[in-house]
Every structure is written in C-alpha cells, then in structure tokens.
C-alpha cells in the first residue's frame, strides 16, 4: 500500500473517532426563522451558541470546538455539538424551540455523517484509478510473458 492510501485510511479513521462524540439535534418547524440561544439545561454553563437570526448553512460552518456546539441549517436548523448532549435548550424569538436527535449534517472541512464506512471500500480513494490501471498493466505482462515463451519455444523446436 503506497503512503497516500495509508494517509486515506488514517484520516477515514480520525473522521470516525471525531463523529462518534458528535451529538446532533434538529427541528425542522417552517416557521422557525432565527436561533438566538443554545444552552445545557442541566448545568450552569451557560450559552453554547449564540446568535441572531438564521444560522449560516451547514456546509459553511466550520466543525464544534472542543466542549462547544454550532447551529447551522440545511434543510433544517441543525445543532451539532462536540460531545453527547442530554438537555439541550434552543431558543429563537424569545421561545424554545423543539428538537429531536437527528443524523449530523455535513460541515465545512470535515465529514460528520456518522455512517462513514471504514470496511475497506474504497470507491472515493483518488488513487483507485491508478490501482485499476497497474493491476490490468501487470495482468498484460504476465500473459505477454507467458506467451512470449510458448513462441520462443515452439519457434527453438522448429530451428532445430
């Protein structure tokens, strides 16, 4: 396996170990226009996320920091926090808003679907093609030379 393939599945496998601490809520009411809080209804830690107005789309929102969560919307207001939330308070225009545990969306600068398959497929790795090509290289050589010797031999038997 060439460097770059390691490198593919090293960094397969730190998107998974980031995604399973991952907790990701979402409430998708039409007539939810703006997030102006996010909170742990459990703790005094204060805001998690705060805001004004619609969140920024999901696919432009940088990952959470550590401890620390980012409101995003792609087709509905997403929360996406570093760690498992268990009481987590949103509020827009002054009143909560309900959310449900949903899958993560992805973000800007990494994948955070948390169905990222480690199992070996690797139809996305940009140097399959280049796998394909030398594979059916070396499967030609090794007919040509296969055949190459059958020639030569018949061809030694009738000089003789």
């Given at each position: 396996?060439?460097?770059?393939?390691?490198?593919?599945?090293?960094?397969?496998?730190?998107?998974?170990?980031?995604?399973?601490?991952f907790s990701c809520l979402r409430s998708c009411n039409p007539n939810i226009?703006?997030?102006d809080?996010?909170?742990?209804g459990?703790?005094?830690n204060g805001s998690l996320y705060s805001g004004?107005?619609?969140?920024p789309f999901c696919?432009?929102?940088?990952?959470p920091p550590f401890s620390g969560c980012v409101v995003c919307f792609e087709q509905c207001i997403h929360a996406v926090c570093d760690y498992v939330q268990k009481n987590l308070v949103m509020e827009g225009s002054g009143k909560p808003i309900a959310l449900i545990k949903g899958e993560c969306p992805t973000l800007l600068g990494k994948?955070?679907?948390?169905?990222?398959?480690?199992?070996?497929?690797?139809?996305?790795d940009p140097l399959l093609p280049f796998y394909i090509i030398f594979s059916?290289?070396?499967?030609?050589?090794?007919?040509?030379?296969?055949w190459g010797r059958k020639y030569y031999l018949k061809k030694k038997e009738v000089t003789r």
């Open positions: 396996m060439g460097k770059l393939g390691h490198h593919f599945r090293h960094q397969q496998a730190e998107i998974k170990k980031t995604n399973m601490s226009h703006s997030v809080h996010l909170y742990d459990s703790t005094e004004s107005g619609t969140p696919n432009s929102t940088t990952p994948a955070t679907n948390e169905n990222v398959d480690l199992s070996g497929n690797h139809a996305g059916m290289l070396g499967v030609i050589a090794i007919i040509a030379a296969v």
